[in-house]
């Protein structure tokens, strides 16, 4: 066979080895059903008498696998590459998949056009699976790619009625924790800086907090809410204005590390200190957490773990579509240190 290593047993000589049909051998080598367990051993060890290595391009093709996975940002700001997030996030569905012998494809979506273009290059079987991230409440990617029957994931959802499989941390619980810890520490001016209020995470971050101010007997109100995008920069904006409407404000929730670092900049600026005047918690638990000035007390979201079962959830979906859709949501951790 051209190409072929001189000396290289074929797939006929393993099936003359182990006294069985070429196509017994390769429902061996692609873990088909139907082999009973006796032939699937005596091809095994043919396999590995005679020494064969698969022809895995073949073997793709005729499985019509592309051995791809395509993570999906839709956030259509650039900005969203420069933060922690994202690179933690991938850096754990990297290492998920490592062991697998796929390829985790970057693909971004950020209009109508781009999305109908990636839905006809999924359909097309150019990847296996679909992992999205950073879905706002209006977007319907996850529905059509469901419609096509692509096995897709997303990380987070887009509301509580979500259906599509999804990997989530417990935001509610986690900014519960984080007020209830300022409560107990005596304060009582309690601020939040949410998200992007269009995403589900940034909504339950938000409820987290308000839900731990009444069960501590306290009174919310709007103006004690400032929106950010989880940038730096907006949560300096944010701080800001919080501190214009509430100079009395002594401790603030933000959604973000990122967002966190913003404001300890704005209560730096206007001469607050931080713990002893203004108590500050963020969210996510990124390496940046432990180099702010003080080191930043912070909801911990378990991101190596929500890669991992992604990359599960995805893999089971790939291998056999359930009849049922998985949600996963995995716990958080208040993480404390000098800033609180």
């Known amino acids: 066979m051209a190409g072929r290593r001189p000396g290289a047993p074929t797939l006929e000589e393993v099936a003359a080895h182990a006294g069985v049909g070429r196509g017994t051998v390769s429902r061996v080598i692609n873990n088909a059903a139907g082999v009973k367990e006796s032939t699937r051993q005596a091809v095994q060890r043919a396999i590995e008498e005679l020494g064969y290595v698969p022809n895995l391009a073949a073997r793709s093709l005729a499985a019509r696998r592309a051995d791809a996975v395509a993570l999906v ?13 994202f690179s933690e996030i991938v850096r754990s569905l990297g290492d998920a998949l ?24 999924a359909r097309g079987g150019r990847v296996d699976g679909v992992l999205l991230m950073s879905v706002h409440a209006d977007d319907r990617l996850p529905d059509m790619l469901a419609e096509a029957r692509v096995p897709t994931v997303l990380l987070g959802r887009r509301s509580g009625d979500e259906y599509v499989s999804y990997v989530d941390a417990d935001n509610v619980g986690g900014a519960r924790h984080a007020v209830s810890h300022l409560l107990k520490q005596g304060r009582t001016a309690i601020a939040t800086i949410t998200g992007p209020l269009d995403m589900y995470a940034a909504q339950c971050r938000l409820r987290g907090y308000q839900d731990a101010l009444a069960m501590g007997g306290h009174k919310t109100s709007r103006s004690w809410v400032a929106e950010s995008d989880f940038s730096e920069e907006s949560g300096r904006r944010a701080m800001t204005e919080l501190l214009e409407r509430h100079p009395e404000l002594d401790a603030v929730l933000a959604a973000s590390d990122t967002t966190a670092a913003g404001a300890l900049h704005a209560l730096r600026a206007a001469g607050r200190r931080v713990p002893e005047d203004v108590a500050v918690i963020g969210f996510d638990d990124f390496p940046l957490a432990q180099r702010t000035e003080p080191p930043l007390t912070t909801v911990r979201q378990p991101l190596e773990q929500m890669g991992r079962a992604m990359i599960k959830l995805l893999l089971e979906e790939m291998e056999e579509q359930s009849v049922a859709w998985r949600h996963v949501i995995l716990r958080t951790e208040l993480v404390v ?4």
Do not use: H, I, K, N
Request: net charge negative; glycine share 2%.
């Open 73 to 85: 940002l839709t956030e259509p700001d650039w900005r969203q590459f420069a933060e922690p997030f």
């Open 98 to 121: 490592a062991d697998t012998g796929m390829q985790l494809m970057l693909t971004l979506v950020r209009s109508q056009t781009e999305r109908q273009r990636f839905l006809e290059y």
């Open 337 to 340: 240190r000098q800033s609180s």
